[in-house]
């Protein structure tokens, strides 16, 4: 299997760490062709780019919200669905809570250079490619059915599933490739966001603490359900 993105490997390392590793972790993986870990680096990155990509558009839309607000109703969508629904499963994450807020952020704030990426690389035919089709097996899918149920496959059967994801893992990583272009600053009590103004948006901060934080050791942890 050649290289598995069309992206150079300098730039995904500029996305958050959070982001950066299971795609440097499963590149590693697609190269000893060790397909097993790379299936499992992969959907690590979905896991965790869902809903820290949930939390980026949720605090632009917070900031938005103060002049329209016509945004309020969305986010109290998300944060009723986070609140009743204890825990929250993979899928509630990419069907309820961060594709209404791509498609809030994709009527309130369309000149957000994140909003273009992802409306641009995430909807191809007007269909989410994360959310499967008739013909093809959703990314919640897959990990259930191949990572879900602690069962161990053959590496030809896990090639396969790689081939399958690595679509939409190109996708994605397109998707989110505006935040490369930011600034970070990450302490145990921040996590700023900092992007400069283009000719399409204005200059924005916004901090994902404590949704998305790191510890003393620098961990960083993502805020994934409340407890039942």
């Given at each position: 299997?050649?290289?598995?993105?069309?992206?150079d490997s300098g730039k995904i390392s500029r996305l958050?760490?959070?982001?950066?590793?299971?795609?440097?972790?499963?590149?590693?993986?697609?190269?000893?062709?060790?397909?097993?870990?790379?299936?499992?680096?992969?959907?690590?990155?979905?896991?965790?780019?869902?809903?820290?990509?949930?939390?980026?558009?949720?605090?632009?839309?917070?900031?938005?919200?103060?002049?329209?607000?016509?945004?309020?109703?969305?986010?109290?969508?998300?944060?009723?669905?986070?609140?009743?629904?204890?825990?929250?499963?993979?899928?509630?994450?990419?069907?309820?809570?961060?594709?209404?807020?791509?498609?809030?952020?994709?009527?309130?704030?369309?000149?957000?250079?994140?909003?273009?990426?992802?409306?641009?690389?995430?909807?191809?035919?007007?269909?989410?490619?994360?959310?499967?089709?008739?013909?093809?097996?959703?990314?919640?899918?897959?990990r259930n059915e191949y990572r879900g149920h602690s069962?161990?496959?053959?590496?030809?059967?896990?090639?396969?599933?790689?081939?399958?994801?690595?679509?939409?893992?190109?996708?994605?990583?397109?998707?989110?490739?505006?935040?490369?272009?930011?600034?970070?600053?990450?302490?145990?009590?921040?996590?700023?966001?900092?992007?400069?103004?283009?000719?399409?948006?204005?200059?924005?901060?916004?901090d994902l603490y404590p949704l998305v934080f790191c510890?003393?050791?620098?961990?960083?942890?993502?805020?994934?359900?409340?407890?039942?």
């Amino acid at each position: 299997m050649n290289q598995p993105f069309d992206i150079d490997s300098g730039k995904i390392s500029r996305l958050p760490f959070t982001l950066s590793y299971p795609i440097e972790q499963a590149v590693t993986a697609i190269e000893k062709q060790q397909y097993g870990k790379a299936m499992n680096h992969l959907i690590d990155f979905f896991e965790i780019s869902a809903p820290f990509c949930s939390f980026v558009f949720l605090r632009l839309l917070q900031q938005a919200s103060t002049n329209n607000a016509a945004i309020l109703p969305a986010l109290r969508q998300f944060v009723d669905r986070i609140d009743n629904k204890r825990p929250l499963s993979f899928g509630d994450w990419l069907n309820d809570l961060l594709t209404p807020l791509i498609a809030a952020a994709a009527k309130h704030m369309p000149q957000s250079s994140l909003t273009k990426s992802f409306c641009d690389n995430i909807y191809i035919k007007r269909r989410n490619i994360l959310l499967g089709s008739k013909t093809s097996a959703s990314i919640v899918q897959l990990r259930n059915e191949y990572r879900g149920h602690s069962t161990t496959l053959s590496e030809e059967i896990y090639r396969q599933v790689v081939e399958q994801l690595i679509p939409r893992t190109q996708s994605m990583l397109n998707a989110i490739m505006p935040l490369a272009n930011c600034s970070y600053v990450i302490n145990r009590d921040c996590y700023k966001i900092n992007s400069d103004a283009t000719n399409e948006q204005p200059a924005f901060t916004i901090d994902l603490y404590p949704l998305v934080f790191c510890d003393e050791n620098d961990f960083r942890y993502v805020f994934q359900s409340l407890k039942a």
